[in-house]
């Protein structure tokens, strides 16, 4: 098998197989802070956005269907922080954007509608 085949399988089975998530582990706020509670995720309009177990990757995911509506890899995507662990910490939905906390003092802006990725930076 050709390396760029293998290279699509790869990422089609990450988008296609991603965890499932606990609903009971799902907030009705649209803030969770990962430290602090139970809750890894939130639901908004019929779509629920979790942290994998990994604490590295958020999904949305419809809730009817089940259907994963979009994946990213946020520390991937945005780099190893300076400070702190490579660890998703701190979600928050602002209009439909959704603020993600990683590391210590890092951020991540992520469009709620497509998962299109806005902004990554530190204070």
């Not at 509670?37 to 990994?54: I, K, L, P, T």
Request: glycine fraction near 6%.
């Amino acid at each position: 098998m050709s390396l760029k085949l293998s290279f699509i399988l790869l990422i089609l089975a990450q988008i296609c197989f991603a965890q499932k998530y606990d609903t009971n582990k799902i907030s009705k706020n649209n803030i969770v802070n990962l430290l602090e509670s139970e809750f890894v995720g939130f639901e908004y309009h019929g779509v629920v956005y979790y942290v994998e177990n990994d604490l590295k990757s958020l999904i949305a995911v419809e809730k009817q269907t089940n259907k994963i509506k979009w994946k990213i890899d946020v520390i991937s995507a945005c780099g190893i922080p300076s400070e702190g662990k490579p660890e998703i910490r701190y979600l928050k939905l602002h209009k439909k954007n959704i603020h993600v906390i990683y590391g210590k003092h890092n951020e991540a802006v992520i469009e709620a509608d497509d998962g299109s990725l806005f902004l990554c930076g530190s204070d």
